[in-house]
Nanobody, 122 residues
């Protein structure tokens, strides 16, 4: 069984930073890609970034390029989303998801965590 667990969300002021974690289990890392999506109230999932577990391949959405980046710690089976210079429009629930396609489409990801809330507010 594949399990994904996000953590690290919280309340931060504009311009601040947060690092989200996604702890994964039950997934064959070489076969899967991990993605980050976010969902603001009343909106659909928005692609943020994705990455391969066993290479440096990654895609960062244009809306967060230069502010967000991804990394992973294979020994801990954990992926990270580092976020700097946060803006109020970054407020959303952030999800990690695993799938076999290197895709920005949420429908291409089979396994999802429950999400972690990020609020950016003065």
């Amino acid at each position: 069984q594949v399990l994904l667990q996000e953590s690290g969300g919280g309340l931060v002021r504009p311009g601040g930073s947060l690092t989200l974690s996604c702890a994964a289990s039950g997934v064959a890392f070489a076969d899967y890609r991990l993605a980050w999506f976010r969902q603001a109230p009343g909106k659909d999932h928005e692609f943020v970034a994705n990455m391969a577990w066993n290479t440096d391949s990654r895609i960062i959405a244009g809306s967060v390029t230069g502010r967000f980046t991804t990394s992973r710690d294979l020994a801990k089976s954990t992926a990270y989303l580092q976020m700097i210079d946060l803006k109020p429009e970054d407020t959303a629930v952030y999800y990690c998801a695993a799938g076999r396609a290197f895709s920005p489409k949420d429908s291409d990801y089979t396994y999802w965590g429950l999400g972690t809330q990020v609020i950016v507010s003065p």
